[in-house]
C-alpha cells in the first residue's frame, strides 16, 4: 500500500519505479538462464557419453580443438574447477 500523503506524481513515480525494478529483474534472469544454456551447450558439446559430465579422456579430445596440454596439465585444469572431487566437470562446476 502506498502512503496516503503521497501526491499522484509520488504515486506514478514509484508505480514506474517499482516496474522498472521488476523488469529489470525479469531480464537479468533471463540472461541468466541463457548464460545457463549455452554453458549446457558446449559441456554437451563435448561430452562424448552423454553423461554430463566432461572426464579426462573427453577433456583429452577436446585439447584437440586448442593447445595441446601435458596429462598433467588435463588432470590440473579438472581438479582446478572440480568441486566435489569425483575427477569430472559437471555443467554446475
Request: charge should be negative; aromatic fraction near 6%.
Given at each position: 500500500?502506498?502512503?496516503?500523503?503521497?501526491?499522484?506524481?509520488?504515486?506514478?513515480?514509484?508505480?514506474?519505479?517499482?516496474?522498472?525494478s521488476?523488469?529489470?529483474?525479469?531480464l537479468?534472469?533471463?540472461?541468466?538462464i541463457?548464460?545457463?544454456?549455452?554453458?549446457a551447450?558446449?559441456?554437451?558439446?563435448?561430452?562424448?557419453?552423454?553423461r554430463?559430465?566432461?572426464?579426462?579422456?573427453?577433456?583429452?579430445?577436446?585439447?584437440?580443438?586448442?593447445?595441446?596440454?601435458?596429462?598433467?596439465?588435463?588432470?590440473?585444469?579438472?581438479?582446478?574447477?572440480?568441486?566435489?572431487?569425483?575427477?569430472?566437470?559437471?555443467?554446475?562446476?
Amino acid at each position: 500500500m502506498l502512503p496516503s500523503v503521497w501526491g499522484p506524481l509520488q504515486r506514478q513515480t514509484f508505480r514506474i519505479e517499482m516496474a522498472e525494478s521488476e523488469l529489470a529483474s525479469k531480464l537479468n534472469r533471463q540472461q541468466q538462464i541463457n548464460d545457463g544454456e549455452v554453458k549446457a551447450a558446449k559441456v554437451s558439446q563435448y561430452d562424448v557419453d552423454k553423461r554430463g559430465f566432461i572426464d579426462f579422456m573427453e577433456l583429452k579430445l577436446m585439447e584437440k580443438l586448442g593447445e595441446p596440454q601435458t596429462h598433467l596439465g588435463l588432470k590440473a585444469m579438472i581438479k582446478e574447477v572440480d568441486e566435489d572431487h569425483d575427477n569430472q566437470i559437471s555443467f554446475r562446476e
